[in-house]
C-alpha cells in the first residue's frame, strides 16, 4: 500500500550562506525522500529560509539596505547551494510571507483560546550602546550551573543547561563589547506545563522519537514541571508583529516552524492540492529531519503548538548529531568553515552525498570527516568498485547492445535482487551507512565477476563474440542494478545510467528485473577519482575567504553580523581538517601523570580479555549501592549480561538504555550482595570521573575489539 509522506528539514537561517554541516541534514533528508519516492509513495519535500530576528536586523542595519532585500538574495543564495548539491524541494519559502503571517495569526489565537498564554514582566538585557535587547546569541558569558566560560545566551554546550541570557555569569554584548543593562519589558509565554502530560505520553510511546532522545527528554525535562517558554520580543525586531500585543512581536521559534506548514500552502496553492489532506489528515505521515541541538522545540514546543492548534502530530522526529572533522570545531582560520559553494568549485557533490551516507545511521551520532578517509571511501567504493563496472565492459557492447536473453551469471542478479528488501529497510530506517555496506558487499561479487570472465581478454578471439557480450550484458545489467540502489544518494549517476542503458531509473522495481535487447550508448565519464590537493586546495580557499571576511568585518556587530549562524539552524559548526603539527589537539599530561602507564604484557596475555560491543537494553539504580548502576546487556543472538557499574555519579538509567558500550565479557562472575555481575563495562577517566567508551557507528552487538 502506498503512502502519503510530508516531510521537512530545519530551516536554515537567512542571515549566512550554506555549508558543509548544513549540508549533513538536508542530504539525508533528500536520500530519504528520493528513496520514497523511488518506491512508489506520494512523498513531499518542504523547506523554507528562516529570515526573523534580531541578526537580521543587525545585518541589514550594518549593510545599509531592507532586511526583505537582504533575505531575498540570501534566499537566492540557498536555493542554489541545495540545487547544485542534487537537494530537490517540493517547495522551498520564506517565513516572511503572507502565508507564514496568517497561519501564525490561527494558531496563536487557538492557544489564546485554551487559555496557555499570559503576559509578565521580564527583566532583559539590554545593550546601550547598540541600543537594542541582546537576543540570545549576542551575549555570552558563564553557565550559571556549570560554571563553563563563554557560553551564548540560551543553553550551554559544555552541560546543555537551557537558561536565559539574563542568568549568565559577567554576561558581554557581542554586538558592541558592552556591559549589559537590566532592562524590564512585558513579554507574553506560553504555559507549557498544561500540555505536560500530553508531551510525557506523546514523547515516550509509540516511534515518534529515537530511543535515546526519548529518554532524554524524560530524564532532562518532562521529570519536573515544564517551563514556560517566553514567545514575544519587543521592538525592534525583525518579524511578525503579535496582532493583539502591540509593540511585540513573534520571537523566530514561533514562527519558524509554523514555516512548515506555510511552505506547504505555497505548494497548496501551486498544485491545487489542500492543505487539510497532508496537515489534518489521519492518512498523512509528517516525518521531521532535525539536528540534536534543536530537540527541546521540535519535540515539546513543536508538539504542543500543533495539538492545541488542531494539525497533525509528527509520525516522526528523525535526529541526527554534529558533523566533526578531526575532532575540533570549524575554524575559519585553518580553512575548515567550508561553504557550500567553495566544495563545489573544487569537488564533485557526490562525493559528499555518498560520505554521509556510508555516516548516517539511525541513531543520534555524531558524523566524523577526515581527509583519508573521505579520499579512501570514494575512490574504492565509487570509482574502482561502481563505476569500473560499466566503464570496463559498456564500450565492447556499443554497437551490439545487449544480449536478447539474459545470460546465466551464476545467480548473482537474482541473489542482489533479494537483497532489496534488506537494502530498502535500511533506507526507511535511515540507516544509510548499513544500505551502503550491502550495496558495496553485491559491487564487490559483481566485480569478482568481471574479473573472473576476463571480458577484455574476450575480445581478442572473435569466437567469443557471443559471450563476450553475454559477460557485458550481465556486467552491465550488475550495475543498473546497484545504481537503482544507490539512486537515492547518487541521482547524477542513476541519470547516467539510464543514459547509458536507454532506460531511465525512476522504480525501485528496475532492481528487480534485468534489461536485455536494448542498445548501450556510448561510455562517458561518470566520476573521476578524488585527489587529495583538490581538498587542500579547498581548505585554502577558505582560508582566503575568512580573511576577506575578517577584514571587511570593521565593527564588532558587523563580525556578528557575517558569523552568526542563527535561527532554526541544526548543525554543529564543523571541526578542522588535519593539521599538519602532531600537537594539533593540545593534549595534556595530567591524566597520564595522574596514573601512569601499567607494566608491559604480551599479546597472549592480552588475548585473554575479550572485549565486546554490547547494548545497553536495561539499566537502573542499585538503591542499597552509593556508586552502582545495574545494567542488563545484550550481545546480541538472545545473549545477555548482567552487570553491575560503577558510575552511579556519572550517568543517569535512562541515559544509557540503548547505547552501544564495550564490555569486558569473558571476565569470571562475581557474586555480590545485589546480584550476580557477570563482565565490567569499559570507561576511561580516573579519581572523580568516569567516560563510558562508544564504538564508531556500524558496530554491532557481539563484535569483538581486536
Known amino acids: 500500500m502506498f503512502r502519503r509522506l510530508l516531510v521537512t528539514s530545519a530551516l536554515p537561517y537567512a542571515n549566512g550562506p550554506i555549508h558543509i554541516g548544513h549540508l549533513v541534514e538536508y542530504i539525508q533528508t533528500d536520500v530519504w525522500v528520493r528513496f520514497q519516492k523511488l518506491r512508489g509513495n506520494d512523498c513531499r519535500y518542504m523547506c523554507a529560509d528562516d529570515t526573523h530576528g534580531t541578526a537580521i536586523m543587525i545585518r541589514a542595519r550594518q549593510e545599509g539596505r531592507r532586511e526583505e532585500d537582504l533575505i531575498a538574495d540570501m534566499q537566492a543564495a540557498h536555493e542554489r547551494d541545495f540545487a547544485d548539491f542534487d537537494v530537490e524541494f517540493d517547495n522551498y519559502g520564506s517565513t516572511h510571507?503572507?502565508?507564514?503571517?496568517?497561519?501564525?495569526?490561527?494558531?496563536?489565537?487557538a492557544i489564546r483560546q485554551a487559555g496557555l498564554v499570559k503576559e509578565q514582566a521580564v527583566e532583559q538585557l539590554y545593550d546601550p550602546?547598540?541600543?537594542?535587547?541582546?537576543?540570545?546569541r549576542f551575549v555570552r558569558g558563564g553557565c550559571p550551573k556549570c560554571g563553563a566560560k563563554d557560553q551564548p545566551g540560551d543553553n550551554c554546550s559544555a552541560c546543555g543547561h537551557h537558561y536565559t541570557p539574563i542568568d549568565l555569569v559577567d554576561p558581554v554584548s557581542t554586538l558592541s563589547g558592552a556591559k549589559p543593562e537590566v532592562r524590564s519589558a512585558a513579554h507574553l509565554f506560553i504555559e507549557l506545563e498544561q500540555l505536560h502530560g500530553f508531551l510525557a505520553e506523546w514523547t515516550q510511546s509509540g516511534d515518534h522519537l529515537q530511543p535515546e532522545i526519548a529518554n532524554y527528554l524524560q530524564g532532562h525535562f518532562l521529570g519536573e514541571p515544564l517551563r514556560d517558554w517566553d514567545v514575544s520580543r519587543p521592538a525592534p525586531y525583525f518579524g511578525f508583529e503579535i496582532p493583539d500585543s502591540p509593540g511585540n512581536y513573534w520571537y523566530v521559534w514561533f514562527d519558524a516552524p509554523i514555516g512548515y506548514i506555510a511552505s506547504t500552502q505555497q505548494w497548496c496553492r501551486r498544485t491545487g492540492a489542500a492543505l487539510a489532506d497532508w496537515w489534518k489528515s489521519a492518512d498523512c505521515e509528517v516525518h521531521h529531519f532535525i539536528g540534536k541541538d534543536i530537540t527541546y522545540f521540535h519535540t515539546l514546543f513543536w508538539p504542543g503548538m500543533l495539538k492545541t492548534a488542531g494539525f497533525s502530530l509528527p509520525t516522526k522526529v528523525h535526529i541526527h548529531g554534529f558533523l566533526t572533522v578531526g575532532g575540533e570545531k570549524?575554524?575559519?582560520?585553518?580553512?575548515?568553515?567550508?561553504?557550500?559553494?567553495?566544495?563545489?568549485?573544487r569537488l564533485d557533490p557526490s562525493y559528499l552525498r555518498y560520505f554521509y551516507?556510508?555516516?548516517?545511521?539511525?541513531?543520534?551520532?555524531?558524523?566524523?570527516?577526515?581527509?583519508?578517509?573521505?579520499?579512501?571511501?570514494?575512490?574504492?567504493?565509487?570509482?574502482?568498485?561502481?563505476?569500473?563496472?560499466?566503464?570496463?565492459?559498456?564500450?565492447?557492447?556499443?554497437?551490439?547492445?545487449?544480449?536478447?536473453?539474459?545470460?546465466?551469471d551464476g545467480g548473482l542478479f537474482a541473489a542482489a535482487a533479494a537483497a532489496g528488501d534488506e537494502i530498502a529497510a535500511a533506507y526507511e530506517a535511515c540507516d544509510y551507512n548499513k544500505a551502503m555496506r550491502l550495496v558495496m558487499a553485491l559491487a564487490d561479487r559483481a566485480n569478482a565477476y568481471v574479473e573472473e570472465n576476463k571480458p577484455w581478454e574476450l575480445r581478442k578471439d572473435s569466437s567469443q563474440a557471443a559471450r563476450l557480450q553475454d559477460v557485458c550484458t550481465a556486467a552491465l545489467n550488475l550495475f543498473r542494478q546497484l545504481a537503482v540502489y544507490l539512486a537515492p544518494v547518487l541521482p547524477k549517476l542513476a541519470r547516467q545510467t539510464g543514459a547509458l542503458l536507454n532506460d531511465p531509473i525512476t522504480r525501485w522495481e528496475q532492481s528487480q528485473a534485468p534489461l536485455a535487447g536494448t542498445p548501450v550508448a556510448r561510455f562517458t565519464h561518470m566520476l573521476k577519482r578524488v585527489e587529495e590537493k583538490d581538498l587542500y586546495a579547498m581548505i585554502e580557499d577558505s582560508k582566503q575567504e575568512a580573511a576577506a571576511a575578517n577584514a571587511a568585518a570593521s565593527?564588532?556587530?558587523?563580525?556578528?553580523?557575517?558569523?552568526?549562524?542563527?535561527?532554526?539552524?541544526?548543525?554543529?559548526?564543523?571541526?578542522?581538517?588535519?593539521?599538519?603539527?602532531?600537537?594539533?589537539?593540545?593534549?595534556?599530561?595530567?591524566?597520564l601523570a595522574a596514573e601512569p602507564l601499567a607494566p608491559e604484557c604480551t599479546i597472549d596475555d592480552f588475548a585473554k580479555v575479550d572485549l565486546r560491543v554490547a547494548r545497553v537494553v536495561a539499566a537502573e539504580e542499585v538503591p542499597e549501592a552509593r556508586k552502582l548502576l545495574k545494567l542488563k546487556l545484550s550481545l546480541g543472538g538472545g545473549v545477555y549480561k548482567q552487570v553491575f557499574a560503577g558510575i552511579k555519579a556519572h550517568y543517569e538509567p535512562q541515559q544509557l538504555v540503548g547505547r552501544l558500550v564495550v564490555c569486558v565479557a569473558n571476565l569470571a562472575p562475581r557474586t555480590m550482595k545485589f546480584g550476580v555481575s557477570e563482565g565490567m563495562v569499559v570507561a576511561a577517566g580516573g579519581g572523580n570521573e568516569a567516560f563510558l567508551l562508544t564504538p564508531d557507528a556500524g558496530a554491532q552487538p557481539g563484535h569483538r575489539l581486536h
Open 555 to 591: 565593527t564588532p556587530a558587523a563580525a556578528v553580523a557575517q558569523a552568526s549562524p542563527g535561527g532554526a539552524s541544526s548543525v554543529q559548526p564543523v571541526a578542522a581538517a588535519q593539521a599538519a603539527p602532531e600537537d594539533r589537539w593540545n593534549d595534556g599530561g595530567d591524566a
Open 129 to 136: 550602546q547598540a541600543g537594542t535587547f541582546l537576543a540570545d
Open 357 to 408: 551516507a556510508t555516516k548516517l545511521t539511525s541513531r543520534v551520532d555524531d558524523l566524523d570527516l577526515s581527509i583519508d578517509e573521505f579520499v579512501a571511501k570514494v575512490n574504492a567504493d565509487l570509482v574502482n568498485k561502481l563505476v569500473n563496472l560499466a566503464s570496463r565492459t559498456a564500450k565492447f557492447v556499443e554497437k551490439t547492445g545487449l544480449s536478447a536473453r539474459y545470460p546465466d
Open 330 to 345: 570549524m575554524s575559519k582560520t585553518k580553512g575548515t568553515f567550508i561553504r557550500a559553494r567553495t566544495y563545489l568549485d
Open 97 to 109: 510571507s503572507d502565508e507564514n503571517r496568517q497561519l501564525c495569526g490561527e494558531f496563536w489565537a
